[in-house]
């Protein structure tokens, strides 16, 4: 809706992950180098953990564009919470491999048999696994036995482990100590910087034809900064949500007036409350709240692209009216007082 207004390509901040966006802030920038840095060794795992929306899926879909012309066979598993057995069916399905009415040993040979012949083409098998924090330590194991194929001294497949920060402490857990030997390198996504925030904003504008229509004021960037601590998915929220102002509103200049305009409006539409301080939520509480309050805006972002569907028919019915009004009125006989 607000495109056209601002004369943009497309929207710039959608939820969904499009690698062509993708921003390399420093933490962005090394965590690409760690699975850049696996995918050279070839064996083993790289786990990346991050905040909720910090942009690891970003990452896998960018290392996923990346890799479209090199010699690696990748697949993506993203429902994590799987016992053992559902745990090799998936990724056998991943794979694209047929896996309905085959018992567990069955499976494993035939997985088996599909990365052996993947390599003998003188490609690489790459299976990446998001939310690796709701693993069950028989589903890792499950995972771990899969690192244990080989051809000529070498592992047939590689695993990258994406997760929230609280894998990094399952990590530490007694029954993940034979997966952790085999972790190669482990890195931690943060939240960008202010400079970063500013930066991020702007190349994402720049990639849909931004000619700095809507203006932005230093004072914008720094209230959306705050707000969202420079989380890039908080950051797409609320940023889109503020060109739909301007849009509504016809303005040209956003400034901190109209970034707390559009942080009020989400504070009465999503339940954001603070525990008291003396109360201090545990990890887990911290990104269950955190879980629901995302899936809440990508609800939004959807009524809000209905209300862009409704609207736009409104207005094309208007036009229709407006014209059929103009053509009866220019008909002869018809007083044009």
């Given at each position: ?155 047939l497949l590689q695993s990258f482990l ?36 500013r930066a991020y904003i702007q190349h ?134």
């Open positions: 809706m607000y495109e056209s207004f601002y004369q943009l390509r497309a929207k710039p901040f959608a939820l969904n992950p499009d690698p062509r966006f993708f921003f390399g802030s420093k933490g962005h920038k090394r965590a690409v180098a760690y699975l850049e840095y696996g995918l050279s060794l070839g064996e083993g795992f790289i786990v990346i953990t991050g905040e909720i929306g910090a942009g690891k899926t970003m990452l896998v879909r960018y290392l996923f564009k990346k890799l479209e012309h090199e010699n690696v066979v990748a697949a993506q598993l993203v429902s994590t919470q799987l016992d053992a057995d559902d745990m090799l069916r998936a990724v056998t399905a991943a794979f694209g491999l047929e896996q309905e009415g085959l018992n567990k040993a069955s499976l494993l040979k035939k997985l088996e048999s599909y990365l052996l012949s993947i390599v003998k083409q003188g490609k690489r098998p790459l299976l990446v696994v998001d939310e690796a924090q709701n693993l069950s330590p028989r589903a890792v194991e499950e995972l771990r036995m899969l690192s244990n194929f080989q051809h000529a001294e070498k592992p994406l997760g929230q920060p609280e894998f990094r402490i399952t990590l530490q857990s007694e029954e993940m100590q034979q997966l952790k030997q085999r972790v190669i390198a482990s890195y931690h996504l943060g939240a960008m910087d202010m400079s970063e925030t994402r504008l720049d990639m849909v034809g931004w000619k700095n229509d809507p203006t932005i004021s230093d004072e914008a960037y720094q209230r959306i900064y705050e707000f969202t601590g420079g989380i890039p998915r908080k950051i797409n929220m609320l940023c889109d949500r503020l060109l739909l102002l301007g849009f509504l509103s016809e303005k040209h200049d956003f400034g901190h007036a109209e970034v707390q305009e559009v942080i009020d409006d989400l504070g009465q539409e999503v339940a954001y409350s603070s525990a008291p301080s003396s109360v201090k939520p545990g990890l887990a509480q911290q990104h269950a709240a955190a879980a629901e309050v995302e899936i809440t805006l990508i609800g939004l972002e959807e009524k809000v692209a209905g209300m862009e569907r409704t609207l736009n028919r409104v207005l094309a019915m208007m036009r229709k009216l407006l014209h059929a009004m103009d053509q009866d009125q220019t008909k002869p006989g018809k007083s044009h007082a």
